[in-house]
C-alpha cells in the first residue's frame, strides 16, 4: 500500500478508533499529556523524529538551537515529532510556526514546549505541545540529527511511524504494521456503523451493540 493511500483511508477514521485497533493488537500508541495548542480538525502523517538535548542558559551555542533544520524536514503529510523529555523550554515560536505553514507541514508534535501562542495560532499550524512557556530555546537548547528514535508523550516514535491527531487525542502506529492496523481500525469503523444504525431505529444500546459484537450482553 503506498503512503497517498494510507493517508487517504487513515484520514477517515477518528483517533478513538485507532486507539482500540491497537489495543486489540496489544501495541501501545496513545501519547499522554500533549495537548492541541494550534490548528483544528483531523491531521495524519508520517513522523519526521528529532531529539533536542535541554539545560540552563548558556549550555550551548545558539547555532546548535538549529531550528531551521526542524523547519526545513516539514512537508506535506509529514509530523514533525520533537523529543525534549518534557522540558517546559520553547522550541517553535510564531516565525518558526509561520515557517513551518509556509512549508505545508502537517503537524507539529513537541514534548516540550511553544510560545508565541497567539502568533501560531494565527498561522492555523496544526501544533500540540506539552507546554506553552515563554522561555527561549536559544542557548538551552541542542538539536540532535534528526531521524533517530524517540519518545513522545510515553510512546515510542520511529522516523516514518504514522501519527493521528483530533480533537481526541494523538496515536502513533508503528510503520512496520500500518496496514494490518489500518484494516483492524475499518473493521471497528463498521461495527460502529452498525451500532449506530440500529441505535437510530429505535433499538437500546445494550441490545445493538450486542447484535452487532460491540460489546456482548453480559450473563446473568
Request: aromatic share 4%; hydrophobic share 45%; glycine share 12%.
Amino acid at each position: 500500500m503506498n503512503e497517498n493511500e494510507i493517508l487517504e483511508r487513515g484520514a477517515a477514521i477518528g483517533v478513538s478508533t485507532w486507539s482500540d485497533a491497537l489495543d486489540e493488537l496489544g501495541i501501545k500508541g496513545t501519547i499522554q499529556g500533549i495537548a492541541r495548542q494550534s490548528g483544528s480538525g483531523c491531521m495524519i502523517g508520517f513522523a519526521v523524529t528529532a531529539r533536542e538535548l535541554t539545560g540552563a542558559l548558556g549550555d550551548f551555542e545558539k547555532a546548535d538551537f538549529a531550528v531551521g533544520q526542524l523547519i526545513e524536514a516539514t512537508g506535506p503529510g509529514k509530523v514533525l515529532m520533537v523529543d525534549m523529555s518534557g522540558a517546559p523550554i520553547s522550541t517553535m515560536g510564531g516565525l518558526a510556526a509561520l515557517a513551518a505553514k509556509y512549508r505545508r507541514a502537517t503537524a507539529v508534535v513537541i514534548d516540550g514546549a511553544c510560545r508565541d501562542l497567539d502568533e501560531i495560532r494565527e498561522t492555523g499550524l496544526w501544533l500540540s505541545s506539552r507546554w506553552v512557556a515563554p522561555t527561549t530555546g536559544k542557548t538551552r537548547v541542542k538539536l540532535l540529527p534528526i531521524g533517530c528514535d524517540i519518545t513522545i508523550g510515553g510512546i515510542s516514535v520511529s522516523q516514518g511511524d504514522l501519527v493521528i491527531g483530533d480533537d481526541t487525542g494523538i496515536v502513533v502506529v508503528p510503520r512496520a504494521r500500518v496496514e494490518e492496523i489500518l484494516a483492524k481500525a475499518e473493521r471497528i469503523v463498521a461495527i460502529d456503523a452498525q451500532v449506530e444504525k440500529r441505535i437510530r431505529a429505535g433499538e437500546s444500546f445494550g441490545s445493538a451493540a450486542a447484535a452487532a459484537g460491540y460489546i456482548p450482553a453480559r450473563k446473568t
